[in-house]
DNA sequence: CTCCTTGCAAAAACTTTGCATTCCC
DNA sequence: GGGAATGCAAAGTTTTTGCAAGGAG
């Protein structure tokens, strides 16, 4: 998905919604999606503000929270007490292997795990949305620093 | 494992940090373990002052990391800006499907993705120490209120 | 023009911490 | 007795919200 189709996307939906499209919220979107990784709010306000002092860390919520709805970014939650958010379109979905001794995160995506947990999912009589898998544990560089 | 073998956990886990042994401790242990499920802080709170009224929220938050620590609980965040606490031992492993509308917590375990998970790890040379995995959606009844 | 959005600051929600007092060992 | 634990309230964090002013359609 390029820039622009992005910017479509999330132009629709902000008008199905009866929204309006403002400046801060397309240089939030911009910078956003320039940016690569798992940005919690904080640091990505850095960067807004780095392009325009006025923006308020209220606005980067409220922005997130709909780009969240709009299915654009995903919000995460690795067990630091912040919500972190990820581009959600034009990649794979995936999911996370978690180094706890260097922070280092790498992404992955399997197939087959989709699908069991689409069958467990099924048996529960659930409909799943969406998911979250992490695995925690020492990188291989760690491990050979550990040894 | 049964009550008194995880208070000799809990024991040996304080006597070995040269930490002590208190009434508060034993009592949000009990009331922990007796009770089932994921609980927060505040739920876990309100049944612990049903029995003693003096018992600091400070206290429940304190002990609660402590027995994570000791590995007898486990953190979890399930995206509602809360931690949640559930017992680990004595249980097999599991994940979680969560209602995104309800809030209902079904639990669940599936050995064949536990096994690629540990292929995925391997091939990225991590070593895995612990996963979590999380499925959101509908649950059942939650459909059919919404059909 | 109308209603949505913004910035600001206040508030809310959750968790941690400082300190005097109380309690184990 | 001495260090650890507790209760309380104050302070920290992260996120949300009320409101007057500004902006998009």
Redesign the pocket.
């Known amino acids: 998905m390029t820039p622009t189709e992005r910017s479509l996307v999330f132009e629709r939906f ?1 008008a199905d ?9 397309s240089l939030i979107l911009e910078t956003f999606f320039g940016l690569d990784g798992h940005l ?3 640091e990505l306000w850095a960067k807004v503000r780095a392009l ?1 002092e ?6 980067v ?3 997130m ?1 709909l780009l969240s709805e709009s299915g654009l970014a995903h919000a995460r939650n690795f067990g ?4 972190r958010y990820e581009a959600a379109v034009g990649r794979e979905h995936h999911d996370h292997l978690i180094c706890t001794n260097c922070g280092t995160i790498i992404e992955f995506e399997n197939d087959q795990i989709e699908k069991l947990q689409a069958i467990v999912a099924r048996k529960q009589g659930f409909k799943v949305v969406s998911h979250k898998m992490e695995l925690y544990g020492l990188c291989a560089s760690c491990q050979q620093k550990r040894a």
């Open positions: 902000i919604r009866g929204l309006k499209s403002t400046r801060q919220r919690s709010v904080e325009d006025r923006v308020s860390v209220a606005t919520y409220r922005t929270k630091d007490g912040q919500t």
